[in-house]
């Protein structure tokens, strides 16, 4: 058997990442504090770049030495396990608050579901021992509405715990809660029937004024510093503006510039490597800054009346969504809402809590909307219904969602099915 040398031209296509684009990347990733110490660093570190004092806004915060020096030694999720140890539990329910306190959001919320928590526990507990364990033990913490898996459940957990009326809170309860109410005009207008209307305002005010994030008032966890910061305008519009008080300025040493570009002088590579490198990342933190107040102004854009209080309820938005209006990818989006925060009238959020997910493709309709659409038909029905027809009569309305998604939802708000009801 003859064996031959053969040469063959194979054409392909690959994708390589530069090392200027992995470092724009990583930039897009980190949160306010985290970007000031790489520019408090890199001028320290790059004789072309210099800060511009000039045209900084100082804030009250000014102590950068703290900043760079931020102590973690206690955290959230340690001061929620020191309450656990003044609480009787079996180990069972110990295990199980650990991991959930573990799962919390920086924000006090989980925004995993519950079946991820199974999951993660290797399926040794139920999805009912973990909802028991959420309710009963973790809601009960301090500060009060951690562990709440959305902005209107924090709001409930946090009236409940103020010891309210108990016709008070059931008021709440139907204006968060009724997917019939699309807002709190709304709410009230439907519920002056039964209720005064002073009594109702009061409710209302009284929900405007709960915390969102919970979990950022522990002090002792991290400074929070938003990238963002809305401004209402005289007409309620939303202004959204990067916060420019505390962030540092740099621009080119100009002079140290000229000397290396002229030839008499026969700058080392070194030296324009350098002089490369401060240039780039000029122009890479001025990017980062504008595409942060691309992505936090079509946010507050899409969820206004959220946050001008007209509603409790996000509107169902994407990643994708985002990054296909703003002509930029999803990963991009992604990695900004990394650590970014947004100054609102009520309070810092996260950019991320300020997106919700659709559960149907067809029709937008959060999680929590249908959750609140499958208690209301379960409340009304006349005989026991499956979740094959409570899909039925949701999909007559447009919902096209399948039977195994009721189910999941069902089981998300401890429903049990048609049979055990």
């Not at 955290?75 to 295990?95: A, F, P, V, Y």
């Not at 950019?351 to 149907?360: G, I, T």
Request: charged share 30%.
């Amino acid at each position: 058997m003859a064996i031959k040398l053969v040469r063959e031209f194979k054409q392909s296509q690959q994708l390589s990442i530069t090392p200027q684009l992995k470092k724009s990347i990583d930039l897009l990733q980190l949160s306010r504090l985290e970007i000031i110490n790489k520019i408090n660093h890199e001028i320290e570190d790059n004789p072309f770049l210099k800060r511009d004092f000039d045209n900084e806004l100082a804030s009250d915060f000014n102590d950068m030495d703290l900043l760079e020096n931020l102590s973690n030694e206690l955290t959230l999720q340690d001061h929620l396990k020191s309450q656990l140890k003044d609480i009787k539990l079996s180990n069972s329910e110990k295990k199980i608050a650990l991991v959930i306190i573990q799962s919390l959001e920086e924000n006090g919320l989980l925004q995993i579901d519950l079946d991820e928590i199974e999951e993660l526990m290797e399926y040794a507990y139920s999805i009912k021992e973990i909802e028991n364990v959420l309710s009963n033990i973790i809601h009960d913490l301090e500060p009060a509405g951690v562990g709440a898996r959305n902005f209107k459940e924090t709001i409930y957990i946090q009236l409940k715990k103020q010891e309210i009326p108990a016709q008070e809170l059931e008021i709440v309860n139907k204006i968060l809660f009724n997917p019939k109410f699309s807002g709190f005009e709304d709410a009230k207008a439907h519920l002056t029937i039964h209720h005064s209307e002073q009594t109702l305002e009061s409710i209302v005010e009284k929900i405007k004024k709960c915390d969102l994030s919970p979990g950022l008032e522990f002090q002792s966890t991290f400074i929070i510093q938003p990238d963002l910061e809305v401004i209402q305008d005289n007409d309620q519009k939303f202004n959204v503006q990067f916060k420019r008080d505390n962030f540092p300025l740099i621009g080119l040493d100009e002079d140290l510039e000229k000397l290396v570009k002229n030839k008499k002088n026969n700058a080392s590579k070194e030296l324009k490597e350098k002089l490369g490198e401060a240039k780039w990342l000029i122009r890479a933190i001025n990017k980062r800054n504008e595409t942060v107040q691309n992505v936090g102004t079509l946010i507050c854009k899409m969820q206004a009346d959220f946050l001008s209080n007209k509603s409790a309820e996000l509107k169902p938005v994407s990643n994708i969504e985002l990054a296909k209006k703003l002509k930029i990818s999803a990963s991009t989006v992604s990695r900004i809402l990394r650590s970014k925060y947004i100054q609102t009238p009520k309070g810092a959020i996260s950019m991320k809590s300020l997106l919700a997910s659709s559960v149907s493709k067809t029709r937008k309709v959060t999680p929590m909307q249908l959750m609140e659409e499958i208690q209301k038909i379960v409340e009304e029905e006349r005989k026991k219904l499956s979740d094959q027809k409570i899909s039925d009569l949701l999909n007559k309305r447009g919902f096209n969602l399948a039977r195994r998604t009721i189910s999941k939802y069902r089981k998300k708000i401890n429903l049990p099915s048609s049979r055990n009801r």
